[in-house]
């Protein structure tokens, strides 16, 4: 408990320590809270919790620290938001507050800053994920549940931004290797079951089909890269 304590505490300070970056920006225009110089920012940072808080979630299985830690962020730029934005913060945490558990919690405030996130995105980046120069990276993997791997059955599958999906099957041994090169740059990631596939030796949580719930993002970089999912119940 004094562990898991710990981390969220840091990771709580070190996001703060980002979105004060941001909130230092706007505090000489409190009559226009949110102006369009600063969307980048915000998106950057809010980016920056979502993938700590995923970390926490996902590798540490600290579910009330990537809770507390996406409540706290939420609450922190709340007041430099407009008011569209505002409620947004203050349904979504109401509505966290009545989930029973706090892995639930957590996903409903991930949706939240889904949202902030998208109304913020600068002018100009479209849906492109991948950097200027086009950089491709060579992704794989393995695939882990509950501490153990994942015997085939699913599909590891990347979305971009703009929808764009990339695919590969886990190997029986967990493993799995995408065989073309993926641009540079953000994805989200959902675990799916292959339809009509029976030698599943662990039903995954139904959550991680879905990239808007499974809480799962990666940055693909050029050139060759490790990336080892490690889901929890």
């Known amino acids: 408990m004094i562990q898991a304590t710990r981390r969220w505490l840091a990771g709580t300070l070190a996001i703060g320590a980002m979105l004060f970056v941001f909130a230092g920006s706007n505090s000489a225009q409190d009559k226009n809270p949110y102006e369009k110089h600063d969307a980048s920012a915000l998106n950057s940072s809010l980016r920056d919790v979502i993938n700590a808080g995923a970390k926490m979630f996902n590798e540490q299985g600290d579910h009330a620290g990537c809770y ?11 007041t430099f938001l407009s008011p569209e934005l505002q ?21 409903e405030l991930r949706r939240v800053l889904d949202e902030i996130r998208a109304t913020t995105k600068p002018a100009g980046t479209g849906a492109k994920t991948s950097d200027p120069k086009g950089d491709k990276g060579q992704v794989g993997g393995k695939l882990v549940y509950q501490g153990k791997a994942v015997a085939g ?5 990347l979305i971009d931004a703009g929808g764009k999906k990339f695919s590969s099957a886990i190997q029986k041994d967990g ?11 953000e994805y989200q990631v959902a ?10 030796t662990a039903i995954l949580p139904a959550r991680y089909r879905a990239a808007g719930t499974s809480g799962l993002t990666i940055r693909v970089q050029a050139g060759k890269q490790t990336v080892d999912l490690n889901l929890v119940n």
């Open 191 to 200: 675990v799916e079951p292959i339809t009509g596939d029976t030698s599943k």
């Open 68 to 78: 507390r830690l996406y409540q706290g962020s939420l609450l922190s730029v709340r």
């Open 153 to 157: 059955g699913y599909f590891v599958t």
């Open 87 to 107: 409620k947004k913060i203050d349904l979504g945490i109401a509505r966290a507050d009545q989930l029973p558990t706090y892995a639930d919690r957590a996903f």
């Open 175 to 185: 493993s799995f290797s995408f065989k073309t090169p993926i641009p540079s740059g």
